[in-house]
């Protein structure tokens, strides 16, 4: 890249994270957590922003607290806040977002990407975009964007391998 | 209500299935699909059941998004996202590659052939409508490229009398051409306040006998046109009814059966039949009807509904294409009939 969009970000550190609901006493061996706000969180916490070598949440990019899941209907719906208002890199961020959630949800989710309203010059044509299933699948095709995408989750998923190791 | 009976689930693909086609006879089904292949399905003589007697690959190297029969069900034409159409012949049961159509920049969404055969129509995420002449000797010569749309333009169908082609593009628009001294020119766009769809127009079918047509979108709405003409007998299409309010995402495919009914695929995972229940009562204007709910399945499919396609003769048989891969067989009976029955 020649010129960076935004040359200084301002970086925040990891979070603790915590479960606002403590696990249900009721909930026995076998019967399944139902899938909360918190774990979508950690599966996209550490997406590598496409310009910076941070974090998507070390550069407040993913908030926990945009994050909304009704497990029993099977939804899921996350929006992320573009670090600059013309950041080109919008559309990059959605679509890692958009695979990372693909590759670890199970299928019967329905997930809406989309920018923070107001966070982006041209947040309904980005909107629109990651909202396109068609065009999703295409650009997925594509083995250029595929590689960036997949840079972009690499860190994540490392995180996840450990995750499962400890 | 009537009922929508599931009758068969077909599998086979590897990816999810994107379009299923009758074949004009109805003796033939064509689906196809992420995995980049087609699949062509007959029914059992023994068992009556549908299974795959056909695989088409190895041509396209990505999805397989769209496919078209000739009229005579001889050839099967296959859009894919690597930019080409193929054009398949069937030749003793045995399915062969004769042509390959280039010429758009990329993804090839939609595919239709005319219904006199003579015409083959493509559309691109280039934004452009390409016609195709189909010549002897398995020879297809380019004979008209239209710009117009603004954006992908996501299907392309033709009126059953085979003069008006309508596209659907993810510019929310619908246009309709028409040939002019061989040249395709745009005479009408359905968009606008109060009138066009506000978002992606993923689909439009035809009633059987070309006087309407339905669209459906992205903004969870069905709109049904007209088709009036006008003193100096040009056709106008003008919006006639707006069906929403059973949609909770978007509608991805929508067709219109020879009985009457319109079938829709939805990413809410559900099918849905509407059916024309007469003069709207709040309008009380002659020719002003509305559609009501006339069946539905929720959870037709665990994920999107990519495809619907009503059977050409059977009265009621539908096929539905799925993100999860399958598709399914439906028969759908009208409240009328199970009255008749009970």
Redesign the interface.
Known sequence: MAELINPNPEVRGRKQTTRSVECNPNCGEGDREPIDALEIFEHIRDITDPEHPNSLESLSVVDEKLIEVDDARSCVKVQFTPTVQHCSMATLIGLCLRVKLLRCLPQRFKVDISVTPGTHASEAAVNKQLADKERVAAALENPNLLDMVNKCLAASEVDNLANLAA | MGTLEELQTLEGHSD?VWSVRWSPSGDMLASCS?DKTVRIWTRQRSSGRWACCAFLEESHH??V?SCSWSPDGRYLATGS?DATTAIWERQDGVWEQVATLEGHE??V?GVAWSPSGSLLATCS?DKTVWLWESLPMNEYECVDVKHGHSQ?V?MVAWHPKGEVLASCS?DDTIKLWVDSDDEWICVQTLAGPGIGHT??VWAVAFEVSGARMVSCS?DLTLRVWSCNFDDVGEPNWKLQSVISGYHT??IFSVDWSPQGAIATGS?DNAIRIFTETGTSPDTGVPGQPTFSLAASKESAH???VNGVHWHPKLPGLLASAG??GVIKLWQFTPAELLSLHA
């Open positions: 999810r992420g990505r999805t998004r996202f990329n993804e969404k995420r992908d996501k993810y978002s992606t992205d995402r978007t990413a665990l994920s999107d993100d999860e």
